[in-house]
Nanobody
Framework: VQLQASGGGLVQAGDSLRLSCATS????????MGWFRQAAGKEREFVAA????????YYADSVKGRFTISRDNAKSTVYLQMNSVKPEDTAVYYC????????????????RGQGTQVTVSS
């Protein structure tokens, strides 16, 4: 199973950006997909996740109200809509998938995507 993330880039503070991640594997209602990020010199942190079946969503406090995670069952794709971005959102964003459902621990997700860079200028 492979995850293909796209949509990163350079934006200004206050702008919007949408990340996409397509999975080559099958998705089941018990699965979860999500996003983590890692800024330079910092530890990787949880951003958002969604349960594939119910569509239940989970967010880090730092992005709640600004980011929205969603999925398209037909395309086996998860999206991260990033609004009102801030310079502190600058990081490499990693798409992840888990057959065991939601978790905010990166180690519990497998497979993991290659990462896409998001840079927010002030």
């Amino acid at each position: 199973v492979q995850l293909q993330a796209s949509g990163g880039g350079l934006v200004q503070a206050g702008d919007s950006l949408r990340l996409s991640c397509a999975t080559s594997g099958r998705t089941f209602s018990s699965h979860a997909m999500g996003w983590f990020r890692q800024a330079a010199g910092k530890e990787r942190e949880f951003v958002a996740a969604i349960k594939w079946g119910a569509g239940t969503t989970y967010y880090a406090d730092s992005v709640k109200g600004r980011f929205t995670i969603s999925r398209d069952n037909a395309k086996s794709t998860v999206y991260l809509q990033m609004n009102s971005v801030k310079p502190e959102d600058t990081a490499v964003y990693y798409c992840v998938q888990s057959p065991r459902g939601y978790s905010d621990l990166y180690a519990t997700y497998n497979p993991r995507g290659q990462g896409t860079q998001v840079t927010v200028s002030s």
